[in-house]
């Protein structure tokens, strides 16, 4: 059981890693949008 | 010196300084149409002073360049060079501002559900069964840790919403929610410090999470919309020609004054209202009108800003009234004042919202006073107190609407409309008549030639191309006729003819091409045909041809849904009373009434609302804005001019007018669901109420009913989405050439 007192912290700063690499994320722009690139497909468009 | 410069005066209204000393400014680029294109502009561009993304979808391209490097003028100038006419807009901070919201709302959205994940987890173990008394602490110190930044940074906006409003002692449906998660949060923080009771740091993520997901489709559905309508905000134009001593000088609209002469190129808009010095011109005057056809104007008449040069010429005018005095700026206030008297229905149920919070405090603390007074001890009646807080949080009354209307927009936006003020959804279900604009609405801007009567030995191919070639040079509904119906016609140099049409002179002979009065009755044989021109040679007639306006498609379909849901329809339009009919009898229109100008429209529909009816109104110029704007519901087109959209409460992005009818029914079923919601969560609070009071139902179990009744909610709500799969692809409407 004293495992959990290692792996609980563990835990919370894997989840706060993850957060800090969505706001990267965020802030580079990847989410601002979701619908130009289906339009940026290599074929061409008659 | 290029004609661009004049922008370079401009850079503060049109484009966005950054940080590091660059700018940025969204332009609309015309001739965009395919991923070469993309490659082309990009590539004409220096990449190092210019980034530029350019949007084949919106026909946009968002600039980012280093002013220093490079003037504004050489950039445009470079994307003209490539092929491309470059449109500025004016800079719209909101654009910024939404996508900085859109960021902040996103990273709310994650660290919720990152962290209350996890805050799940953990408090699963005690749901489970018994929990070893020496690692309960610790499990509950981490549920602590980990539902601090859901609570405080994601559910923030609830916060500071609910509790400003309750400060400012006007409640609203934030404010339960808002006292609902600060309790749950402190009563669970409490007990864990002192180490008994039970926590609900899960239930409060949960929470959390599922508001701020309802609220984020909610929104995200209006920005989208929105940056469509800026897009197309180019009716009225930021610079004009001014001829000074001779010389053509570009300059702002802002700076223009009366007695100002203009120079409009062919195609261009004109930038102020003024009084015609050239002969005769042609001027598409669609947006304030609404008239499809291009009217001819004589030497001495009055000009309207926003009306575009259709002739081949350019023409020249004199500035009568610049700026707020113009035309196009009065409609734009007459549609103010018409919105401003809407009435708001959001309004109601923040009152609803403000009683149910005192009532809900009120018996919280009665309880609390009971158990005390009783005699219970300390600890026992707080539990009680809080399992009467819980019990009667209002999540599932407050998830109950905003989840269905999430619901009803993104269904709504796979049928091809965008939802622009989600109130309108309740509105929409009482709806019983609903107003139709003809031009550009329920008809496309293009015509079709339809018929050809010969009066002469020339045969009909050879009048045809005749009056198509006369009609080359030109840009307007009637020349693209033509040119659809005789692509190979070689052009014939033409020229205005007063105010009855086009002159050309041959080696056949003079020609005429001139638009026959309406009142002609030899012609009105059929009904489709809505306008006739003539042409003749050496003053004797040659030939009459017939003109049809088309049907946008799904507009019988649209007619027919409408009609079996019970719903009148009528048609309003700017054009003569004979074209309206025609049109209406073509989409199965009962009522068409035509010759009807803007304050007209508006004055028919005020009729109609006095009589008790309820109005849906759709259309597209800006002279359907101020009837628009005071319908009970409205609904714009994308390819119609700017201002109507941004007043239509959705905006119609599919070339298929059925997704009108398709409203309709969604929101009936919206409201459906919502009565349902509603229902089932007072239904809930109303029983388990008693039994909190009671002191018979634990928090936990309280709280653990509140996540099922948010989740059946959220659920049932699901349902409007119809069966994923069964909507096909919108089909972006193509935007008519700028003519």
Not at chain 2, 133 to 152: F, I, N, S
Not at chain 2, 283 to 296: C, H, N, Q
Not at chain 2, 476 to 504: E, K, M, N, T
Not at chain 2, 684 to 702: D, F
Request: hydrophobic share 50%; with cysteine.
């Amino acid at each position: 059981m004293n495992s959990l007192f290692l792996l609980i912290p563990l835990a919370i700063a894997m989840v706060v890693l993850a957060a800090g690499f969505l706001f990267a994320a965020i802030q580079g722009g990847q989410f601002d949008d979701l619908e130009r690139h289906q339009h940026r497909m290599p074929d061409d468009e008659p | 010196m290029n004609h661009w410069e004049v922008y370079d005066q401009l850079l503060d209204q049109v484009s966005q300084s950054l940080d590091d000393g660059r700018r940025e400014m969204l332009l609309r680029v015309e001739g965009l149409r395919c991923r070469a294109c993309v490659r082309r502009l990009e590539r004409a561009l220096p990449p190092g002073p210019v980034e530029a993304q350019a949007d084949v979808a919106s026909g946009s391209c968002l600039l980012n360049w280093d002013p220093a490097c490079l003037p504004l003028s050489a950039v445009l100038q470079a994307i003209d060079d490539a092929g491309f006419r470059p449109v500025v807009l004016a800079d719209d901070a909101s654009r910024r501002t939404a996508r900085d919201e859109r960021r902040a709302a996103l990273g709310r959205i994650g660290v919720a559900l990152l962290f209350g994940m996890q805050v799940m987890m953990l408090a699963s173990g005690e749901y489970l069964g018994e929990i070893d008394p020496a690692l309960r602490p610790l499990l509950r110190h981490a549920q602590w840790l980990l539902a601090t930044p859901v609570v405080l940074y994601a559910g923030w906006p609830f916060l500071r919403q609910g509790f400003g409003a309750l400060r400012a002692l006007s409640p609203t449906m934030d404010t339960p929610v808002a006292i609902a998660i600060a309790t749950a949060y402190l009563a669970s923080a409490i007990n864990t410090l002192l180490d008994t009771g039970a926590v609900y740091f899960d239930s409060a993520a949960m929470f959390v999470l599922l508001l701020s997901l309802a609220r984020f489709v909610e929104a995200h559905g209006r920005t989208r919309a929105a940056a469509r309508l800026r897009l197309l905000a180019g009716a009225q134009p930021l610079a004009a020609l001014r001829r000074e001593q001779g010389q053509l000088l570009e300059v702002p609209t802002s700076a223009l004054r009366a007695g100002d002469l203009l120079v409009v190129p062919p195609g261009a808009a004109v930038a102020a209202d003024g009084e015609l010095i050239c002969a005769a011109a042609a001027l598409d005057e669609s947006l304030i009108t609404g008239e499809a056809v291009p009217r001819e104007r004589r030497q001495g008449e009055a000009v309207c800003a926003g009306s575009v040069n259709a002739g081949p010429l350019p023409l020249e005018l004199r500035v009568s009234s610049a700026g707020a005095r113009s035309v196009l700026s009065q409609l734009t206030r007459l549609m103010q004042r018409a919105q401003l008297a809407k009435p708001r229905a959001q309004q109601l149920a923040d009152r609803i919202a403000g009683r149910f919070v005192g009532v809900v405090l009120l018996l919280a603390a009665a309880t609390g006073a009971y158990w005390i007074g009783s005699g219970a001890e300390l600890g026992m009646s707080l539990q009680t107190m809080l399992a009467v807080l819980v019990v009667t949080c209002p999540c599932a009354l407050s998830l109950a609407t905003p989840m269905a209307h999430a619901a009803a927009s993104t269904r709504l936006a796979r049928e091809g409309l965008m939802l622009v003020q989600v109130d309108a959804l309740h509105a929409a279900t009482r709806v019983d008549t609903v107003c139709l604009d003809k031009t550009g609405t329920l008809t496309t801007r293009r015509m079709r030639l339809q018929e050809v009567r010969t009066l002469s030995t020339l045969d009909a191919d050879a009048c045809c191309a005749v009056a198509s070639g006369m009609e080359a040079g030109l840009n307007h509904p009637i020349a693209q006729a033509f040119r659809d119906a005789c692509p190979q016609a070689p052009a014939i140099p033409s020229r205005l003819d007063g105010v009855q049409g086009l002159r050309a002179e041959t080696t056949d002979g003079v020609w005429h091409l001139s638009r026959l009065p309406s009142t002609t009755t030899d012609c009105a044989g059929a009904i489709h045909a809505l306008r006739w021109l003539e042409l003749s040679r050496d003053g004797r007639p040659v030939a009459r041809f017939a003109l049809q306006e088309q049907l946008r498609p799904g507009a019988g379909a649209m007619v027919r849904r409408l009609r079996e849901m019970g719903l009148e329809v009528v048609l309003f339009s700017g054009d003569g009373q004979q074209a309206a009919s025609g049109v209406a009898e073509l989409a199965g229109i009962a009522g068409a009434q035509g010759n009807l100008l803007p304050e007209q429209k508006l004055r028919r529909l005020a009729a109609l609302q006095a009589a008790g009816h309820r109005v849906l109104a759709v259309g597209d110029g800006i002279n359907d804005g101020p009837m628009l704007a005071a319908a009970d519901v409205s609904i714009g087109l994308a390819d119609g001019a700017a201002l109507a959209q941004a007043h239509g409460d959705a905006i119609l992005i599919q070339d298929n007018l059925e997704a009108i009818a398709g409203l309709l029914q969604v929101a009936r079923q919206a409201r459906r669901i919502v009565v349902q919601n509603i229902g089932w969560a007072i239904a809930y609070n109303l029983t388990l109420l008693p039994l909190a009071m009671s002191g018979a139902l634990p928090p936990w179990l309280a709280a653990l009913g509140m996540g099922g009744s948010s989740l059946l909610v959220t659920l049932n709500a699901q349902r409007l989405l119809g069966a994923v799969g069964s909507g096909h692809l919108p089909v972006p409407l193509v935007r008519a050439a700028q003519t």
